[in-house]
T-cell receptor, first 109, second 115 residues
């Protein structure tokens, strides 16, 4: 079975501090991992996916198959990063996308 | 303006009534999905469809029904059998091939409240 765990409901940091939003997954095959973000009063949208291996808005995420993790990181948080972040997993082939419970990031000035 | 349109944005229902939430997309996406979003529970999949006239149950399909008569449309009916229907409902779509495959585009959502 596919499962995504985001252990933190809320992560509060000060502007300029490093940020790491944790995501662990359970899947026996080769997964595809995503981070989606929902800013206040905006639609849920894709932030990044592991196969792209790119940095979006200063965020990066590396798939660690040994630790079954896909943590989202940013070296210096900005106030505009405050949002709800969801980690998601899809298995091999066309399968449903399974979401974690989400982490709310609050960046204070 | 391409995207996904959900309506209504807010809906109130009395217990025992069925309600239908609309979802329309003009992105020419093959796949469409319905998720339910509850605080502390993330997004849970209700139903999804990869092609017209075909759909599959997600994790929490009980008390819901869907249809996919047109590629652009994927309405969700919340029936009286759904025991806890008050929630925020999100519709999404995606391609199923190419670079954009499996990347979901979401609607703005519909908030259903049962009185």
């Amino acid at each position: 079975a596919q499962r995504v765990t985001q252990p933190e409901k809320l992560l509060s940091v000060f502007k300029g501090a490093p940020v790491e939003l944790k995501c662990n997954y359970s899947y026996s095959g080769s997964p595809e991992l995503f981070w989606y973000v929902q800013y206040s009063r905006q639609r849920l949208q894709l932030l990044l996916r592991h196969i792209s291996r790119e940095s979006i808005k200063g965020f990066t995420a590396d798939l660690n198959k040994g630790e079954t993790s896909f943590h989202l990181k940013k070296p210096f948080a900005q106030e505009e990063d405050s949002a709800m972040y969801y980690c998601a997993l899809r298995g091999t082939g066309f399968q449903k996308l399974v979401f974690g419970t989400g982490t709310r990031l609050l960046v204070s000035p | 303006d391409g995207g996904i349109t959900q309506s209504p944005k807010y809906l109130f229902r009395k217990e025992g009534q069925n309600v239908t939430l609309s979802c329309e997309q003009n992105l020419n996406h093959d796949a469409m999905y319905w998720y339910r979003q509850d605080p502390g529970q993330g997004l849970r999949l209700i139903y999804y469809s990869q092609i017209v006239n075909d759909f599959q149950k997600g994790d929490i399909a009980e008390g819901y029904s869907v249809s996919r008569e047109k590629k652009e449309s994927f309405p969700l009916t919340v029936t009286s059998a759904q025991k806890n229907p008050t929630a925020f409902y999100l519709c999404a779509s995606s391609t199923i091939q190419g670079d954009g495959a499996n990347v979901l585009t979401f609607g703005a959502g519909s908030r259903l409240t049962v009185l």
